[in-house]
């Protein structure tokens, strides 16, 4: 009987520490407001400056449809950040970089400046299916075959965002990706989730400050082309 009293005691003080900080891993399997936080890997990556001082994760904020992501350095307070708003039709994508700060801004459905549409890319969609997380995924074999390239992505339909890859490469994939790369010039860059949290999302979260200056697509990325090649 003890042991049941300190179980129940030691539940409800969980409850109330979530309860209280908001920010918990959740191991539910619907979600439709939180963060997904991935670790970031470089391949094929030959620049002077080392992996350990580009940017080394992600941070992927939803709600309402709206996603946020985060690609932030290790150093300062630079990075990319990209918006969608389906409801708005439009994706914008920000850079802060060395003091200086631009944004573009595009049609929803717009692959953003700097990661490669891989066109060429074939998408073999499986039954295959694994606990990733805690959510249950899904198991997509991506080939490029310029690249003799072939890389397994995974998906999960438990998070509740409507059509999550409109606006990136991998669009015919309905699920939001666990893991997966994207192609940014000559670099494979690989996104491996480590957590995923339930949380409340401010409106302001996807909303920028004035102080960033508009530039078209091709100057933005020219910008983080070279901001890759560093």
Same mark, same amino acid.
């Given at each position: ?71 932030? &350095? ?125 949380? &409340? ?30």
């Amino acid at each position: 009987m003890f042991r049941v009293r300190i179980f129940v005691i030691t539940y409800l003080f969980c409850l109330i520490l979530v309860g209280l900080t908001g920010c918990e891993k959740s191991s539910l399997n619907s979600i439709d407001e939180g963060e997904i936080h991935y670790n970031i890997t470089y391949h094929d990556r030959n620049a002077v400056l080392p992996d350990e001082l580009m940017p080394n994760s992600m941070t992927v904020k939803f709600k309402d449809d709206k996603t946020l992501m985060e690609i932030t &350095s290790p150093i300062g307070n630079n990075g990319v950040f990209i918006i969608t708003e389906p409801d708005e039709k439009k994706i914008q994508t920000y850079i802060r970089i060395l003091g200086m700060r631009y944004y573009y801004e595009g049609l929803a459905g717009e692959v953003p400046p700097g990661i490669n549409p891989m066109d060429s890319m074939q998408i073999e969609l499986t039954k295959e299916e694994d606990k990733i997380l805690d959510l249950d995924c899904k198991k997509a074999v991506v080939t490029i075959p310029d690249r003799d390239f072939t890389y397994n992505v995974w998906y999960t339909r438990n998070i509740d965002i409507k059509n999550p890859n409109d606006s990136n490469p991998f669009k015919v994939i309905d699920g939001v990706l666990i893991n997966f790369f994207f192609l940014m010039g000559d670099i494979i860059i690989e996104f491996e989730a480590d957590g995923i949290y339930l949380k &409340s999302i401010s409106d302001k979260s996807f909303e920028k400050s004035d102080n960033f200056r508009r530039i078209d697509r091709q100057s933005m990325d020219d910008i983080i082309g070279s901001m890759m090649s560093l």
